[in-house]
C-alpha cells in the first residue's frame, strides 16, 4: 500500500492548513508517491486515521505508509530537519 496523508478539507485553523500544505509540497518537490485522504468525506477514514495511529482523538495531518503510523505534522518537520524524511516514511 502507498503513502497516505489523511488532511481535512474543512478546518478552522490557518496553522492545519498551512501544515498540510507543507507535506503536500515537500512530498511532491520530492516526487514521493502518495495518496491523499481527506478525513472530512467520510468519518470511515478519519477512525481509520485515529485508529492507524493509535490515538481516538488524533487530528490531520496524518501520514502512514500502509497500516504503519509514520507521524503527524512536529515528526514530519523533525525529519526534514534531520534529513531522515524516507527513513520517518518508512520507504
Known amino acids: 500500500m502507498p503513502l497516505v496523508v489523511f488532511f481535512t478539507s474543512v478546518s478552522s485553523s490557518l496553522q492545519t492548513k498551512k501544515d498540510q ?38 487530528l490531520a495531518p496524518q501520514i502512514c505508509n500502509g497500516n504503519v503510523y509514520c507521524g503527524g505534522f512536529t515528526d514530519f518537520e523533525d525529519a526534514i530537519e534531520m ?8 520507504l
Do not use: W
Request: hydrophobic fraction near 40%.
Open 21 to 58: 500544505e507543507r507535506i503536500f509540497s515537500v512530498l511532491d518537490s520530492k516526487k514521493i508517491a502518495y495518496k491523499a485522504v481527506d478525513i472530512a468525506q467520510n468519518s470511515a477514514d478519519k477512525d481509520l486515521m485515529r485508529k492507524i495511529a493509535g490515538n481516538p482523538t488524533a
Open 83 to 90: 534529513e531522515q524524511l524516507e527513513k520517518f516514511l518508512k
